[in-house]
C-alpha cells in the first residue's frame, strides 16, 4: 500500500462509485434486479420489489430513490444508507476501501475511466430528456376512448365516461417501446406537469391483454416507469368544480393529492367537485408544486403498515404543513386503496 496519499474529495469519491454503479448495486442490494437502466428493489434493505430505483448509466448514474420514503441520493449516500445507517464519514471510508484508493495507480486509473465514459458517451442534458418526454406524449393518440386505456380503466372499475370530462393528461400509444421485453407494447401515457403547467415528464403503464381478452396491466417486473425528472410534478385528472387550471384555481379550494393514476380516478368519480393530481409516487407527494392560493390539501393515503411508508406519508403531511396548509389524510374504507373500494 502506498502511503501519505491524497485521497479524493467525498464528491470525487461519489463519482467514481458511480462509474460501475453495476457492480456496487450488486453488492450492496443483491436482492434487486436490473431492469432496463435501473437497479430495483424494495429498499434500502435489498429486498426484492419496485419501490427503489437506483440509475446506473450515464449523467443520473449512481442518482436513487426509495419512492415509498422519498429518500434519495447519490452512490455515496446509497452506501450511507445500506452500509454504516446514514454515517457519511464510514460510508467515506468503506468507500476507499471498496474503490482501492489506498494507491495512487488506481485513484488515477479510477480518473482516467471517468473521462474515457464522458468521451464516449456525452451526457444529455435534463432538457433534452424533458423534450423526449414531451415529444413521446404528443406522439399518443389523444381521443383515449374505446382505446385500450379505456378498456383497462373499465377494468379497473374506472368508466371514463361517467367522469366530469376525460383527463386531457391521459393518451393511449398503441406500440409504445418497453425495455424490458425489448420490444414495443400499447401503453396508458400521462403528462406530469410542473406547478406553472410545462411538461416535465411522461408517465407510462404498459398494458396486454389476458386470457379472456380482457386489458389489464402488462405482466412485466416494471409495468409502470417515467421518463424524465418529475420531482414536484403532478398528473392533472380532475379540475374540480371551479374548471380552472390549476395555477388559477380559486382561492379556498381544496386539493386532492394521491399517488397512482386508478386511485386517483376513482377518487374523481366519487367527488366531482374536487381537484384531484396524482403524485405518481408517494415520495414525490412530499413535492408537488402548488399555487399559493391552495390553502387546504387532502392526501390519499394507501392503507399501507409498512414503516417506509408510514414515513414517506408523514414527510408528505410535513411538507405541505411547512407551506402553510391544512392538511387531511383520506383512506379507503377497504382495501389497499380508494380503486378498491370501486372494484
Known amino acids: 500500500m ?34 432496463g437502466a435501473e437497479w430495483k428493489c424494495g429498499s434500502v434493505a435489498g429486498e426484492p420489489g419496485q419501490s427503489m430505483a437506483i440509475h446506473l448509466h450515464g449523467e443520473k448514474a449512481g442518482k436513487w430513490g426509495d419512492f415509498s420514503t422519498g429518500e434519495t441520493g447519490d452512490a455515496l449516500d446509497l452506501v450511507a444508507a445500506v452500509m454504516t445507517r446514514g454515517d457519511l464519514k464510514e460510508a467515506y471510508r468503506w468507500a476507499v476501501n471498496y474503490l482501492g484508493l489506498h494507491d495512487m495507480g488506481r485513484v488515477e486509473e479510477h480518473r482516467r475511466e471517468i473521462a474515457r465514459q464522458v468521451d464516449a458517451h456525452p451526457d444529455e442534458t435534463d432538457e433534452k430528456r424533458r423534450r423526449h418526454a414531451r415529444a413521446m406524449w404528443l406522439g399518443a393518440r389523444h381521443d383515449i376512448i374505446g382505446t385500450p386505456v379505456d378498456l383497462y380503466l373499465a377494468a379497473r372499475g374506472i368508466h371514463l365516461a361517467d367522469l366530469a370530462s376525460v383527463p386531457r393528461a391521459l393518451r393511449f400509444a398503441p406500440e409504445h417501446y418497453c425495455h424490458e421485453i425489448r420490444g414495443p407494447l400499447p401503453a396508458m401515457l400521462a403528462a406530469i406537469t410542473d406547478g406553472s403547467g410545462a411538461h416535465i415528464a411522461t408517465h407510462q403503464t404498459w398494458l396486454a391483454q389476458d386470457g379472456q381478452g380482457a386489458w389489464r396491466k402488462a405482466a412485466l417486473n416494471a409495468a409502470k416507469k417515467i421518463r424524465g425528472a418529475f420531482l414536484g410534478g403532478s398528473i392533472r385528472l380532475q379540475r374540480g368544480a371551479s374548471g380552472k387550471s390549476l395555477k388559477d384555481s380559486p382561492a379556498g379550494e381544496t386539493v386532492a393529492i394521491g399517488e397512482g393514476i386508478e386511485t386517483c380516478l376513482s377518487v374523481a368519480l366519487a367527488c366531482p367537485e374536487m381537484r384531484v393530481l396524482a403524485a405518481a409516487s408517494l415520495g414525490n407527494m412530499a413535492s408537488v408544486q402548488l399555487p399559493d392560493q391552495v390553502r387546504s390539501v387532502i392526501l390519499l393515503a394507501d392503507n399501507d403498515t409498512n414503516p417506509q411508508a408510514q414515513r414517506g406519508l408523514r414527510r408528505a403531511i410535513d411538507f405541505h404543513l411547512e407551506a402553510g396548509r391544512e392538511v387531511r389524510v383520506a383512506r379507503s374504507p377497504k382495501g389497499k386503496d380508494f380503486n378498491d373500494a370501486i372494484t
Open 2 to 35: 502506498t502511503t501519505g496519499v491524497h485521497l479524493p474529495d467525498a464528491r470525487e469519491v461519489s463519482r467514481m462509485l458511480a462509474n460501475n454503479m453495476l457492480a456496487l448495486v450488486q453488492t450492496l442490494l443483491p436482492g434487486g434486479t436490473r431492469q
